[in-house]
C-alpha cells in the first residue's frame, strides 16, 4: 500500500513563497510513479498544478502557475516537492499530491489511484 502525506502549506502574504513536501512510503512504491500535484480552492473543482515523471523528462504546469511554481522529487528519498513563488491570494487551496503507477505523466485528476490527505495554503492580500 503506497501512502503519501503532505507538508509544508500554512498561511502567507501575497508575493511570498512556500515549498510543498510529499513523502510517498510503501512496500510498492518505486520511482517509476509519476507524481503531480492538484489543489482545491473553496467552491471550486480540484484542478491540476503540476507533474513529473520518474527521471524528469516529462513536466507540465497549469498556466496559473508557470513561472511561478517548479515542481521537483527525489527518488532516491521518495519525495516530490512544489516550489511556489509570487504567492497571490487566488493560488489559496488544499494542495494534493498524487501518485500513478506510469512512466508517463497526466493532468488528469482521474488518472491518479493515490492521493494524499492534503495541505492547507492561505495567501493573504
Known amino acids: 500500500q503506497v501512502q503519501l502525506v503532505e507538508s509544508g502549506g500554512g498561511l502567507v502574504q501575497a508575493g511570498d513563497s512556500l515549498r510543498l513536501s510529499c513523502a510517498a512510503s510503501?512496500?510498492?512504491?518505486?520511482?517509476?510513479?509519476?507524481l503531480g500535484w492538484f489543489r482545491r480552492a473553496p467552491g471550486k473543482e480540484r484542478e491540476f498544478v503540476a507533474t513529473?515523471?520518474?527521471?524528469?523528462?516529462?513536466?507540465y504546469y497549469a498556466d496559473s502557475v508557470k513561472g511561478r511554481f517548479t515542481i521537483s522529487r527525489d527518488n532516491a528519498k521518495n519525495m516530490v516537492y512544489l516550489e511556489m513563488n509570487s504567492l497571490k491570494p487566488e493560488d489559496t487551496a488544499v494542495y494534493y499530491c498524487?501518485?500513478?503507477?506510469?512512466?508517463?505523466?497526466?493532468?488528469?485528476?482521474?488518472?491518479?489511484?493515490?492521493w494524499g490527505q492534503g495541505t492547507q495554503v492561505t495567501v493573504s492580500s
Open positions: 498524487a501518485a500513478r503507477r506510469s512512466l508517463s505523466v497526466s493532468t488528469q485528476a482521474s488518472e491518479y489511484t493515490i
Open positions: 510503501g512496500r510498492t512504491f518505486s520511482s517509476m510513479f509519476a
Open positions: 513529473k515523471n520518474w527521471n524528469g523528462g516529462d513536466i
